[in-house]
C-alpha cells in the first residue's frame, strides 16, 4: 500500500515562504506522478501543482503561477512545493496525491492515493 505523508505545513504572514513535503513508502510503480491540492475551509478540493516522474513536466494552478514551485528528490521518494510570496487565500488543508501518469494528479477525482494533509495558515 502505497503511503504518502505530508509535512511542513504551518502559520506564516502574508508575503513569507514556505516549504511542504511529501514523502512516499512504498510506490507501487517504478515511475509515478505526484500532486499538490488544496481544500479551503467551506470549498471544494482544488488542484495546485503536479510534477511527472523525471521532474522534466510541471503543471500549475493558475493561481499559484510564479509563486510556487514543485520539485522532486526521486532517490528520497520526496516530492516539494515550494511557496513564496504566501497570501491570505494559500490558506488550506494541502494534500500530496499519486499516480503513475501526470495526467492523474492534475484532477481531485483521478489519483490513485492520497495524503492526510498539511495545514498552512497564512495570516494577515
Known amino acids: 500500500q502505497v503511503q504518502l505523508v505530508e509535512s511542513g505545513g504551518g502559520l506564516v504572514q502574508v508575503g513569507d515562504s514556505l516549504t511542504l513535503s511529501c514523502a512516499i513508502s512504498?510506490?507501487?510503480?517504478?515511475?509515478?506522478?505526484v500532486g499538490w491540492f488544496r481544500q479551503a475551509p467551506g470549498k471544494d478540493r482544488a488542484f495546485v501543482a503536479a510534477?511527472?516522474?523525471?521532474?522534466?513536466?510541471?503543471r500549475y494552478a493558475d493561481s499559484v503561477k510564479g509563486r510556487f514551485t514543485i520539485s522532486r528528490d526521486n532517490a528520497k521518494n520526496t516530492v516539494y512545493l515550494l511557496m513564496n510570496n504566501l497570501k491570505s487565500e494559500d490558506t488550506a488543508t494541502y494534500y500530496c496525491?499519486?499516480?503513475?501518469?501526470?495526467?492523474?494528479?492534475?484532477?481531485?477525482?483521478?489519483?490513485?492515493?492520497w495524503g492526510q494533509g498539511t495545514q498552512v495558515t497564512v495570516s494577515s
Open positions: 510534477i511527472n516522474w523525471s521532474g522534466e513536466n510541471t
Open positions: 496525491a499519486y499516480d503513475p501518469e501526470l495526467r492523474g494528479v492534475v484532477a481531485v477525482h483521478t489519483p490513485l492515493y
Open positions: 512504498e510506490p507501487t510503480h517504478s515511475e509515478y506522478a
